[in-house]
């Protein structure tokens, strides 16, 4: 309770504050990841030996859902604190984790992972990026899309091919150092329909040099498996932050039709906006009984991906139905970017395509019937 109080308020003051600058750069200020640091907002779930917090992913989950009930979508830190520092801690060495973690514990390091390609999204056995063994490093070359923190990055967890023969088995996973790799070059940061404040961006490697020793994983060939374990984490994160958002999205709704008067009355007291609203607090919580179960799961080890995959697809279509309801019943000011509820209907349509489209997750569900 402590944690997620003490989010709302850095969310409120250092996010929601100056969203509209923060919008305008398309990123957050660096200067937030490190106060964020400061007050132990970061990398929650991460080992105090390694400069975290200690906690368990319930603790990151806290920091995700002060911003989504906010509706803040601007700030990476899901990616960085839920994802990233997740993956070095499974697979990096020791000397990997004490030398990135508590930098990224403290803001001095941003976190980023490259997997989808301009060719290859949800299909990730598709990418093209090759990193080539040349003596003690890695040669990498290939282009990176939507990749989220991309333009303040510093480490970057690159899927790339080192076997292309090989398919599935001959990817791995490298980690770029961004201010110490020849070749490895920023391009756009992408204009999108929802989410202006967040860093989206395009990378690009060129002849990339990256030691050896960068690798994840005690051998190459291993990233496949790697990337469909942590994909459930990055999937539960998701379904956390739709459920928190749309239950943010009826609060809202509730308060604003009370006040909001119609032919005489407001119009809470029309049958259909009563009916509307019964309808995704409904949803709303069927979808939270539903994550706290799979939170529990994943908190005990227990959380296979098939379920993962379930409550991201249906929690995020739920996510983006009750915010168009919601919208429907602010009218036009429901169309209005002034307006909170039309902000979160742009941001919310892209949830049901990252972390592996909504009917990538179907077919996953339905190869385990």
Not at 31 to 49: F, M, N, T, Y
Not at 140 to 151: E, L, P, R, V, Y
Not at 227 to 253: G, K, N
Request: hydrophobic fraction near 40%; aromatic fraction near 8%.
């Amino acid at each position: 309770m402590a944690l997620g109080e003490l989010a709302t308020k850095f969310v409120e003051s250092e996010l929601i504050a100056k969203r509209e600058k923060f919008e305008q750069q398309h990123q957050v200020d660096r200067d937030v990841w490190r106060r964020a640091g400061k007050l132990g907002l970061l990398c929650c779930s991460i080992p105090e030996q390694y400069g975290g917090g200690g906690g368990t992913l319930a603790h990151d989950l806290a920091v995700v859902e002060a911003q989504a009930r906010l509706g803040e979508t601007g700030w990476g830190n899901g990616v960085h604190s839920g994802i990233v520092a997740h993956y070095i801690l499974a697979y990096g060495t020791e000397e990997q984790k004490k030398r990135w973690l508590p930098k990224m514990a403290g803001g001095e390091l941003v976190g980023a992972i490259a997997m989808t390609e301009p060719g290859a999204g949800s299909d990730l056995k598709s990418i093209r990026t090759k990193a080539v063994l040349e003596g003690d490093e890695y040669v990498i070359n290939g282009a990176k899309t939507f990749i989220s923190n991309g333009q303040q990055a510093d480490l970057i967890i690159v899927a790339a091919k080192t076997d292309p023969a090989a398919g599935a088995k001959g990817i791995s996973l490298i980690v770029v150092e961004a201010d110490s790799c020849p070749g490895f070059v920023r391009g756009r940061v992408l204009e999108k329909v929802g989410q202006p404040a967040a860093d989206t961006s395009e990378l690009y490697f060129q002849d990339a040099r990256v030691p050896t020793s960068n690798l994840l994983g005690t051998q190459s060939g291993g990233g496949f498996g790697q990337l469909m374990t942590q994909l459930a984490q990055e999937r539960l994160i998701i379904s956390v932050s739709a459920v928190a958002s749309a239950e943010a999205a009826v609060a809202l709704t509730t308060e604003y039709t009370k006040s909001r008067d119609m032919f005489g009355k407001s119009l809470w007291d029309f049958q259909n906006t009563r009916f509307v609203l019964a309808e995704a607090a409904t949803t709303a919580r069927v979808a939270r009984a539903f994550v706290d179960d799979c939170v529990q799961r994943h908190l005990a080890g227990e959380l296979d991906a098939t379920t993962a995959a379930m409550s991201k697809w249906w929690t995020t279509e739920q996510y983006v139905t009750v915010v168009d309801r919601c919208l429907q019943l602010f009218g036009g000011y429901g169309y209005m970017r002034e307006y909170p509820i039309a902000r979160m209907y742009a941001d919310a349509r892209v949830t049901k395509i990252f972390a592996g489209s909504n009917e990538t997750m179907k077919d996953l569900v339905a190869r385990s019937l």
